[in-house]
């Protein structure tokens, strides 16, 4: 009889340890495997475990920045697989983008990815990743025109209820631009 631990590294995804009990027969000169067992030591972290660090997200944020008023509203789908959000922009009182995004995790690439969908027709891809306490969003988008945008979204909990974004913007042949506002929560 044989015990031990057993590691399984799948080509694309995260290590799977088990324990393994085995029976050996000794037949015809030769050891030959009668009976294996494996049972599995650890469960891979949920879709919903890997998403709860974005729990501070959660809530209706607002804020302004120069003429730019910005209002951002999370919230889980039911099994807490999926944050998702809608936000609108104003300046002047005149809605200037306005759009949802969902946030979850992708099990073919390990990482938390996100799509954007603007309510003009534009759309984004980004790759999301937590440095210390900013939150760094890299995007690929296109536009209506069908040009293509390329951002960076930084956000910086200041507090459990204060948030700093920045938006970082390139588009085709346009200028980057920067947008920054201080978001608060109020529920």
Avoid: C
Avoid at 56 to 65: D, L, V
Avoid at 114 to 123: L, M, V
Avoid at 162 to 173: A, E
């Amino acid at each position: 009889m044989q015990e031990g631990t057993s590691r399984l590294k799948p080509k694309n995804g995260e290590p799977l340890t088990g324990h393994f009990s085995a029976i050996w027969v000794r037949r015809d000169k030769a050891w030959k495997l009668a009976s294996l067992t494996e049972s599995r030591i650890d469960a891979p972290p949920s879709p919903a475990d890997r998403l709860a660090m974005l729990e501070p997200f959660i809530g209706s944020w607002s804020g302004k920045s120069d003429k730019i008023s910005l209002q951002i509203n999370s919230k889980w789908n039911a099994g807490k697989t999926y944050m998702l959000r809608d936000f609108v922009a104003t300046s002047e009182g005149r809605e200037i983008f306005h759009g949802k995004q969902v946030v979850g995790w992708d099990p073919k690439i390990h990482e938390i990815r996100s799509w954007t969908f603007n309510e003009d027709g534009g759309y984004a891809e980004s790759l999301w990743s937590l440095e210390g306490n900013v939150w760094m969003v890299a995007s690929k988008g296109t536009q209506p025109s069908g040009k293509t945008t390329s951002m960076t979204q930084i956000y910086k909990f200041v507090g459990k209820d204060k948030l700093n974004w920045k938006l970082k913007t390139v588009s085709g042949d346009s200028p980057e631009t920067i947008l920054e506002v201080e978001l608060t929560r109020s529920r």
